[in-house]
Each structure stands twice: as structure tokens, then as C-alpha cells.
């Protein structure tokens, strides 16, 4: 009788590990805010000031560093398949926090080009792929979801950043809130990536996916294809084409985002608005943008990355078109609305495909190829932009040969050959 009841009574559900490594991972990616253009432009002004540089010293220095740092990414990948995220994350996060502390001590150029670089390198490129690294070792059937939260997470912790660091900058000065950053990835980031992090399932005694039958497996891939499954290299990834369609998507959503927001106010002044509105149509894409993570983690759960691709690249192109004819309020907003949704779902796209497609033996090397080249766009942006105002004295010739762009790459998204059953 007793053996009834037991056996009828419901089995405790313990928790599954893996939705603390999403936590750790969101943490060591915020973590990497003073080795990207958003956290740098927080200091630029008082930066210039202190140290009595010009813009275009400062671009240059930007973009030698933006892409010296994109190299780190090369051995990265490696590092994670042989030796774990837990420790590379841990040793990463402590090297970036020494390196933003000593560029709070920098009074020249040569070493601000120095730190910059690394900050670039261990931050932007190292520990973003990592971070990466960290959800997509662990998930399997709901990678797209889990990526999805992961995005979210991420997302709420730069909002919370971002103002805090910039409080900071205009209480106590850029030198101040760049040593606290490093005092804080060195003293909260690195010591929880290590206490908190694990490298895969197996590593705390859990199955990949919290137990549950996964249909995107080895035994499911192999009883699919009637062959023995094995895990893709970084070179079989290389010569797929949907390696390279999905990365250049993604690559020039990068190059989009960066250009339009080092040049957004100016872009909008040439529309005739108020720096004012630059900042409104900020919050608005980064709101829309948390929307677009969440709905895009959902859908990709239940069905296609291919399709949530597609989506974003519609709702970007539309977006470049757009942007050249915007002359009301109203206009404004929708653009930026239309960007928060594309930058959303393409952020999961991003997240997810890679893991889910390629799997997770070799996903270090694989996604930390995918990430150098959007490093290498990001750094590209900006320069389009200026070069194209320079030329023709106005952003728009620019935002419609991207738009025509974006939308070629999501027709190619439509028909390239995913090689993956459930795709």
C-alpha cells in the first residue's frame, strides 16, 4: 500500500543548474561595458579633456584598438572547448578588471592605446564569446529560450550600468568610475564567474537540459540521418553557408548599430530635431529591444531561427529606409521601435544559432569566429557612416545601400540550407 501511494505522489522537480550559469554569463557580459563603444562614450568627453586629445585622435585610437581586439577572439574559442568557461571566464574577467583599473591611471596616448586595445580584446571580443560560451554548453532543447532570458538579463543589467557608471563619471570623474569598474569585475565578476560557473552539465553531475528528452541530440541526429553523429569543427562550420549568411546578418546589424549610435544625434539633427529626441528614441529602442528578446526567445523555442531571422532583417531594412524620410515626432519613434525589434530578435538569433546548429564540442572556436566578425563590423560602422557625410554631405545614400543590403541577406536567410534536421 505504502509503495501505491509513494509511487502516485508527485517527484520533486530539484532545480536545474544551468539557469544559474545564464545568470553568471548575463554578469560576466555586462561585465565587459568598459570594452565596448557604449561604456567607452560614457567617458569620452571628459576623457578628451583630460588628456587634451582630439576626435580624430581618439577615433583613430578606437579603431586600431577595435580591431587589433577583435584577434583576441581567434584563440579564445580554443581555450574554452579544452580547458572550460568556468576558468577562462574567471581569468578573463580578473585580467579585463586589472586593465580597466590601470587605464584609470593613463595620462598618455600611446597608453591609452595600449589599455583601450585590451580592453577591447579581453572584454568586447574574450569574455562577450565566453559569456556566450557558457549558456550554449549547457542547453540543448531550449537553447533558444534560455538564450532568449539570457538577453533579457543582460539587457536589464547594462540599463542598470549604464546610469550608474555615468552618475559616477559626473559626480567623481572618469578615472574614478573606471577604477571602480575594475575594482568590480576584479572583486564581484571574476570571484562569481569562478563560485557560480561551470563549464558543462557534467561537471555538477547533471544531464544536458535538466534530464529531459532532447530531439535536437546526437541519438536523435543520428537516428535522423542514419549515420553516426559528429560533432562539427570550426572548419565544417566554415564551409557551410549558413555559417557565413547567418554571421554576415549579424555582422552588419553591428555595423548598423554602431554607426547609427556614435551618429544618431547627428543623423537626427540633419532631420531637423533636437538632441532631445536622440535621447527618447534611445529609450525607446532599448525597451522595444528587451520586448524583441523575449518574444524572439519564445517563438525560436517552438520554431525556426531561420524565420526569426528573416523577421529582424525585414523590420531593420525597413527601419534604414525609413530613417532618411523621418520629419515628424511619430516617425521618430517608429524607427526606433522598428530598431529595438530587429536589435532583439537579432541578438537571439545570434545567442542560439550557433550551439543549436553546430552543437557543443567545438562551440568556442565556432561562435568566436562568428563574434570577430561582428567586432570587425562594429568597428567598420562608424567609418561608413563618416565617410559617406563626407562624400555626399548627407547619411542617406548610406542607409539605402544598407537597407538594400539587409534585405538581400534576409532572402538568403530564407532559402540557404541550415544543416540541422529540426531547422
Known amino acids: 500500500m505504502s509503495n501505491t501511494v509513494s509511487s502516485a505522489l508527485p517527484i520533486p522537480r530539484r532545480f536545474y543548474y544551468g539557469w544559474t550559469v545564464v545568470g553568471v554569463a548575463a554578469l560576466a557580459m555586462v561585465g565587459t561595458l568598459p570594452g565596448r563603444t557604449q561604456g567607452l562614450g560614457l567617458i569620452t568627453e571628459p576623457l578628451l579633456a583630460d588628456l587634451g586629445l582630439s576626435r580624430v585622435a581618439y577615433a583613430q585610437v578606437n579603431l586600431v584598438a577595435t580591431l587589433v581586439g577583435a584577434l583576441f577572439g581567434l584563440g579564445v574559442g580554443s581555450l574554452i572547448d579544452r580547458r572550460g568557461a568556468r576558468i577562462v571566464a574567471t581569468v578573463l574577467a580578473a585580467a579585463l578588471g586589472a586593465v580597466v583599473f590601470a587605464m584609470s591611471q593613463v595620462t598618455s596616448a600611446p597608453m591609452l592605446l595600449i589599455v583601450i586595445t585590451l580592453t577591447r580584446g579581453l572584454g568586447q571580443t574574450a569574455l562577450s564569446i565566453v559569456s556566450l560560451a557558457m549558456v550554449g554548453k549547457w542547453f540543448r532543447r531550449r537553447l533558444t529560450w534560455a538564450m532568449g532570458i539570457y538577453a533579457l538579463v543582460m539587457s536589464i543589467g547594462f540599463m542598470i550600468a549604464f546610469p550608474i557608471v555615468g552618475a559616477i563619471v559626473l559626480a567623481r570623474g572618469w578615472r574614478m568610475a573606471w577604477a571602480a569598474i575594475g575594482v ?70 553591428g555595423l548598423v548599430a554602431s554607426g547609427i549610435g556614435l551618429f544618431n544625434e547627428a543623423i537626427l539633427a540633419e532631420r531637423g530635431f533636437e538632441p532631445g529626441v536622440y535621447h527618447a528614441a534611445l529609450a525607446v529602442t532599448a525597451i522595444t529591444g528587451l520586448g524583441g528578446n523575449v518574444v524572439a526567445g519564445a517563438w525560436a523555442e517552438r520554431g525556426s531561427l531561420r524565420a526569426v531571422l528573416v523577421v529582424a532583417m525585414a523590420f531593420l531594412g525597413g527601419a534604414l529606409a525609413a530613417l532618411p524620410h523621418v520629419a515628424t515626432m511619430s516617425h521618430v519613434m517608429t524607427q526606433a521601435v522598428a530598431m529595438g525589434v530587429a536589435g532583439g530578435f537579432v541578438m537571439v538569433v545570434f545567442f542560439s544559432f550557433w550551439g543549436r546548429t553546430f552543437g557543443d564540442a567545438h562551440l568556442g572556436r565556432i561562435q568566436g569566429a562568428a563574434q570577430v566578425m561582428t567586432v570587425l563590423a562594429s568597428a567598420v560602422g562608424p567609418l561608413l557612416l563618416a565617410w559617406c557625410v563626407s562624400a555626399t554631405g548627407s547619411y542617406s545614400i548610406a542607409f539605402y545601400v544598407l537597407a538594400a543590403t539587409v534585405v538581400a541577406l534576409g532572402a538568403a536567410a530564407l532559402v540557404v540550407r541550415i544543416p540541422h534536421p529540426a531547422n
Open 184 to 253: 568590480a569585475l576584479l572583486g564581484v565578476v571574476a570571484p562569481i564567474a569562478w563560485l557560480f560557473g561551470r563549464s558543462t552539465p557534467e561537471s555538477v553531475g547533471e544531464e544536458m537540459d535538466g534530464g529531459h528528452a532532447l530531439p535536437e541530440d546526437r541519438g536523435d541526429r543520428a537516428a535522423t540521418s542514419g549515420a553516426p553523429w559528429r560533432s562539427p569543427t570550426l572548419s565544417d562550420a566554415l564551409r557551410t553557408p549558413a555559417f557565413w549568411v547567418f554571421a554576415i546578418a549579424s555582422s552588419l546589424y
